[in-house]
C-alpha cells in the first residue's frame, strides 16, 4: 500500500499535536504543512532520497517522512512548547531512517575485477 500526501500531512500534524485522531486540519494549517511537505520533498528528490511521488508515499517511508517534516517545523506556531524537543528528537531519527531505507544495500558478494 501507500500513502497519500493528506495522509502524510496529517500524520505531521498528529505528530505535532495539532489535530487528534479524527479531527480535521483548518484549511490555513493544512496548507502550511502541504507547502513545507512539497519543499521537502522537492530537496529529498534533488539528493536521489525521495524516490517516490507524493501521490503514492511508500508505507514504509510515511512515518520518516513524517518526522523529519514535522521536526523541521518545530519552530514554528504548530508546535507546543513540550513538544518540540520530541519533534527535533524524532525529526534526525526520520532522516536516518529515510538514509537507510533509500540507500542501495551491498549485496556482500565480492566485485570480479576485469583487467584490460
Known amino acids: ?6 495522509d502524510i500531512r496529517n500524520l505531521i500534524l498528529k505528530n505535532m499535536g495539532v489535530i487528534a485522531a479524527g479531527e480535521t486540519a483548518s484549511y490555513e494549517d493544512a496548507a502550511d504543512v502541504e507547502e513545507m511537505l512539497d519543499l ?41 512548547d513540550d513538544k518540540k524537543q520530541s519533534l527535533a528528537q524524532n525529526m534526525v531519527i526520520g532522516l536516518q531512517e529515510l538514509f537507510a531505507l533509500t540507500s542501495v544495500k551491498s549485496s556482500s558478494q565480492p566485485v570480479k575485477a576485469e583487467y584490460f
Not at 500500500?1 to 493528506?6: A, F, I
Not at 534533488?46 to 508515499?57: C, F, G, M, P, T
Not at 520518516?64 to 517534516?69: G, H, I, K, M, W
Open 1 to 6: 500500500m501507500s500513502q497519500t500526501k493528506v
Open 40 to 80: 521537502v520533498h522537492a530537496s529529498l528528490r534533488e539528493r536521489n532520497i525521495a524516490l517516490w511521488d507524493l501521490s503514492a508515499v511508500p508505507d514504509e517511508v510515511a512515518l520518516p517522512l513524517a518526522q523529519y517534516v514535522g521536526g523541521l517545523m518545530r519552530d514554528t506556531d504548530f508546535a507546543t
